[in-house]
């Protein structure tokens, strides 16, 4: 079953007001409850969730263990907050985030990594609103990390890739168009030579090279 948003298509807005991400598996609930208690649907089901729609199919997954069998998330986000700092950069995101918003909280990490079913999560390195960063697979990754690896030593390791990680995507996100041709021509010319680079890497068409870079680069 695929159902519209409140206030999107014929859905209202209901008691509560519009989209956010409580009113969100609200009505996800909502939408569970009518197939099993009206439309009297039987056995396992599977969800399936994509950008904001991996709000509600992560929390009935691991709300609803003896009815949702399958959980498919597809180019979501971890944390609207954490969205929302990549997408506008800025001392005052942060602030301006928690007075609009009331400090949303999804927990999308936490719910798909405690549901209890078969799960698939699925990201798009070039996706135009969800960055890597931002993505469900990191922050799974990430809160898996900081929960297995007790070790101070591995924490300050971990905590500095993802450091090193985020300096990196920052200075490449404000090269100057010279500079990202210089850096094109330099991977080209290696790409030419076949010097130091991955095995198969050589025969990377130059223009989807170029397009690549120009597309990490806005």
């Known amino acids: 079953m695929c159902w519209n948003y409140r206030d999107y298509g014929n859905s209202t807005n209901g008691l509560f007001g519009r989209i956010n991400p409580y009113n969100c598996k609200l009505d996800a609930e909502r939408v569970l409850d009518f197939i099993v208690n009206q439309m009297k649907l039987r056995g396992k089901i599977g969800v399936y969730g994509r950008s904001l729609g991996g709000i509600a199919s992560c929390h009935l997954a691991?709300?609803?263990?003896?009815?949702?069998?399958?959980?498919?998330?597809?180019?979501?986000?971890?944390?609207?907050?954490?969205?929302?700092?990549?997408?506008?950069?800025?001392?005052?995101?942060?602030?301006?985030?928690?007075?609009?918003?009331?400090?949303?909280?999804?927990?999308?990490?936490?719910?798909?990594?405690?549901?209890?079913?078969?799960?698939?999560?699925?990201?798009?390195?070039?996706?135009?609103?969800?960055?890597?960063?931002?993505?469900?697979?990191?922050?799974?990754?990430?809160?898996?990390?900081?929960?297995?690896?007790?070790d101070e030593i591995c924490k300050n390791f971990f905590n500095s890739l993802v450091i090193l990680h985020q300096l990196e995507d920052l200075l490449f996100t404000k090269l100057k168009d010279f500079e990202k041709e210089f850096l094109y021509s330099l991977i080209s010319s290696n790409v030419e030579c076949g010097i130091n680079l991955p095995s198969g890497f050589s025969d990377f068409p130059k223009q989807a090279l170029k397009e690549s870079i120009n597309q990490g680069s806005r």
């Open 62 to 150: 691991n709300k609803f263990p003896k009815i949702v069998q399958t959980l498919l998330v597809d180019r979501t986000f971890n944390e609207v907050a954490e969205l929302s700092y990549r997408r506008l950069p800025g001392r005052f995101t942060k602030f301006l985030y928690r007075l609009i918003s009331f400090n949303w909280t999804a927990w999308n990490d936490r719910n798909f990594i405690e549901a209890q079913c078969y799960k698939i999560v699925t990201c798009d390195p070039l996706d135009d609103v969800v960055d890597n960063l931002s993505s469900l697979p990191v922050g799974v990754a990430t809160k898996y990390a900081k929960n297995k690896y007790q």
